[in-house]
């Protein structure tokens, strides 16, 4: 069936740098997700993503960071500069319509160090 | 805000027994939100079992059941004879009508053979 890849699986980076982490959603998706998981604790939602511009945005989605989809390539999650406290999963998912149950992949781990 | 309670972390139980893994909600958002139950297998991403988006309706996937009560604004999910497959993360989660997902917790299943 359909998938959401994510690229890569894990990323260490040190505290400071810019990462960008990708995602390859549904091809025929229209709402792009994205949400983190630090070890031990709640998945949360960080920001959802339509036509091009951000649809709703949680307190966790701080300033360092930015989405975007250019051209209907991989949607990306860039956070600029890290902290320590990024560190976590974070997962990217996709859906045709709004209240559909997005599919998700499988993660990319972030290690800031 | 929203919010998605499972209030067990870990469950154990003997292949062949019966299950229930509790969740309660609550949607401050909208009145009757989509209610899902998302299962992660060891090694693999988070993949949707079962969705029920009207209150009163049972939703039903690969032997389990989950049956929206608005009353009691639960979504527990059930089966009736587990399988040493059935070893995995199960998250109880509440869209809203803007597309994010609100999930609990998590709670590990663990079938004894």
């Known amino acids: 069936g359909p998938k959401v890849l994510q690229i890569p699986s894990h990323q260490i980076i040190d505290m400071g740098q810019m990462v960008t982490l990708n995602c390859d959603p549904v091809?025929?998706?229209?709402?792009f997700y994205w949400y983190k998981q630090i070890l031990g604790q709640q998945m949360e939602f960080l920001v959802n993503f339509y036509n091009g511009k951000v649809m709703e945005k949680s307190k966790l989605f701080k300033d360092q960071f930015s989405v975007e989809r250019p051209d209907g390539s991989y949607f990306t999650l860039k956070i600029q500069p890290t902290a320590l406290e990024d560190s976590a999963v974070y997962f990217c998912a996709s859906s045709f319509l709004l209240n559909q149950a997005p599919l998700f992949g499988e993660g990319t781990r972030l290690s800031v160090l | 805000g929203d919010s998605v309670t499972q209030t067990e972390g870990q469950v154990t139980v003997s292949e062949s027994k019966s299950l229930i893994i509790n969740c309660t909600y609550s949607a401050t958002s909208i009145g009757y939100p989509n209610l899902f139950w998302y299962v992660r297998y060891p090694g693999e991403g988070l993949q949707l079992l079962l969705k029920v988006i009207t209150a009163g309706q049972k939703g039903s996937s690969r032997g389990f059941e989950a049956t929206y009560n608005k009353e009691a604004t639960s979504f527990h999910l059930q089966k009736a004879s587990v399988q040493e497959s059935d070893s995995a993360v199960y998250y109880c989660a509440l869209n809203t009508n803007t597309g994010k997902l609100t999930f609990g917790d998590g709670t590990v299943l663990t079938v004894k053979p």
């Open positions: 091809s025929n998706h229209l709402y």
